[in-house]
């Protein structure tokens, strides 16, 4: 199945680049015949890459979804003390950067670390203002 995502991979991206109209086209032509060689294959390949798609935006969006939070919040204070890393770390991962040669992406283990991070300062600070 390997090699049926890399040759939808390929037509995609030609697709993207396609400026005219005829180029578009002719994609199209290929990917029509792609399928026509095994539907079946062709679609558990399709089906596969939108799921990576989806999941890679969903890591990406990761900054945007924590928005003002990483402003009010010092990120190399959650870095430091719940990841032990650097703030330079936390944001490639935060932004999706590409590190090595792919994007750095939270896994699922470091997603439940920050979302305890997060809690445990959204506690302090509900304790704090309680307190004062």
């Known amino acids: 199945m390997t090699e049926i995502k890399d040759r ?9 680049k396609a400026t005219t109209e005829e180029e578009r086209a002719a ?15 062709f679609t558990e390949a399709l089906e596969s890459l939108i799921e990576t798609t989806s999941k890679e935006a969903e890591e ?7 928005g ?14 719940y990841f032990k890393k650097s703030r330079s770390w936390l944001a490639h991962k935060l932004n999706g950067n590409t590190v090595n ?18 809690n445990d300062i959204s ?8 307190a004062l």
Do not use: C, H
């Open 8 to 16: 939808i991979k390929d037509l995609a991206e030609r697709n993207r």
């Open 27 to 41: 994609v199209a032509a290929e990917m029509q015949s792609l399928r026509d060689e095994n539907e079946k294959e």
């Open 60 to 66: 990406l969006r990761m900054a945007e979804r924590l």
């Open 68 to 81: 003002e939070i990483t402003d009010m919040v010092s990120m190399a204070y959650i870095a430091k003390t």
């Open 101 to 118: 040669g792919k994007p750095a992406k939270f896994s699922d283990e470091e997603l439940e670390t920050l979302r305890f991070a997060l």
């Open 123 to 130: 506690d302090k600070l509900s304790s704090m203002s309680k």
